[in-house]
């Protein structure tokens, strides 16, 4: 099948989360031995690239079976394509949309409220051509339906590498002298977004220091953006940016993984940091949402799921995990398992394609009647 993958961008000096997603599709379309086509100057490397010119770029175009378009919370121009001139003279491809987002998220962006309905409004009309909403939660795939007017719409929650992200990875240099009796809690993403709970994080780690640090928890943050936090007590240490690779070698020396946000767009979310945690064997901390709340029932730790005004209970569910260091080991092996038996990038994207080739199947007949 070839592919173009649109509005979607690949830097291999990004850490950011849509980066790691667009690595993660392509290098797993690719195996599965599709041709992917992007955008020049930000294709990955497994990708070909579409030619620079208008002209030149739209005859290859018409020679794919596939517009697969990354979308996050404002309309892209590629998603306008699905109707009308435009659809035709590309020959009338396949247009599936892949949501990772809600279109509120915009909100976060310094998007007036105007703004943000002008989108709304822009997936649903140009909504009536999609052929598929590729949704990253189910949560995500009911607000593409019923707000956005998205007839067909499929949930392919995020997933992880776990032969990267894997409990024996080399630990990191600068953790390799860490102390033997800490209890290690991470956190990974990027602070600029402020759908990060960072004053939960922060209360509760003052809870903890307030306490007497019984357990010699300390709190690891890793991220772009972290000028933004301040006024953290001295268990809470920052480390900047890491490259994507070198990810798994601070998991393995961590006993729990934190994903906190606010209540709103966040809701909609599939935090990919919590599937690199759960491969990496981390007990995982979060506070409740769709996505987290499926995973930790599935997991059966229910009670780590916490309220995002409830630093006390955050401080608490941290304690007793640190006091009792086998049970959260035994979680961690839980969590490993299930990502590895379930919650792949591999899975995510064989489901996608699974679901393509149904749609291209049924246009197939389609057509065959049509002639008839």
């Avoid at 990708?47 to 979308?71: E, H, Q, S």
């Avoid at 306008?80 to 247009?95: D, F, I, K, V």
């Avoid at 599936?96 to 909100?107: A, K, L």
């Avoid at 972290?226 to 961590?254: C, F, I, T």
Wanted: proline share 7%; hydrophobic share 40%; glycine share 6%.
């Amino acid at each position: 099948m070839r592919v173009a993958y649109a509005n979607a961008r690949f830097r291999p000096d990004s850490h950011d989360g849509a980066n790691a997603h667009v690595r993660q599709f392509v290098q797993n379309t690719v195996a599965l031995g599709h041709e992917v086509w992007m955008w020049p100057g930000v294709a990955h490397p497994l990708t070909k690239p579409l030619p620079g010119k208008r002209f030149a770029r739209t005859l290859k175009l018409r020679d794919m079976d596939l517009i697969y378009i990354r979308v996050e919370h404002d309309l892209p121009n590629p998603c306008t394509w699905t109707l009308g001139p435009t659809r035709a003279l590309l020959g009338n491809p396949l247009m599936v949309w892949e949501f990772n987002t809600v279109p509120e998220y915009g909100e976060y962006r310094k998007l007036t409220p105007q703004q943000v309905q002008k989108n709304i409004d822009g997936f649903r009309h140009f909504g009536k051509g999609c052929d598929l909403a590729v949704c990253v939660s189910q949560h995500l795939s009911d607000y593409v339906h019923k707000n956005l007017g998205i007839a067909r719409t499929l949930t392919v929650p995020n997933g992880s590498d776990p032969d990267l992200y894997k409990p024996d990875a080399p630990v990191v240099p600068r953790l390799q002298h860490r102390d033997a009796n800490s209890f290690n809690v991470l956190w990974i993403g990027s602070a600029y977004v402020a759908w990060h709970n960072f004053k939960l994080l922060a209360d509760a780690a003052s809870l903890i220091w307030q306490r007497g640090n019984r357990q010699d928890i300390v709190f690891h943050l890793i991220g772009q953006g972290m000028n933004q936090m301040r006024d953290m007590p001295p268990n809470v240490h920052y480390y900047g940016v890491e490259d994507y690779e070198k990810l798994p070698q601070w998991m393995s020396a961590m006993d729990v993984g934190l994903c906190l946000y606010r209540r709103g767009p966040a809701d909609y979310s599939s935090p990919l940091k919590v599937f690199d945690y759960m491969s990496s064997g981390l007990a995982v901390v979060a506070t409740d949402q769709p996505q987290t709340r499926m995973l930790l029932n599935e997991l059966q730790t229910p009670e780590l799921l916490m309220s995002p005004d409830d630093p006390a209970g955050l401080a608490d569910a941290l304690e007793k995990l640190a006091s009792d260091r086998q049970k959260t080991k035994a979680i961690g092996r839980r969590a490993r398992e299930l990502s590895v038996n379930k919650y792949t990038w591999r899975r995510a994207v064989t489901d996608t394609f699974a679901e393509i080739e149904k749609l291209l199947a049924t246009r197939g007949r389609q057509g065959v009647k049509a002639a008839l």
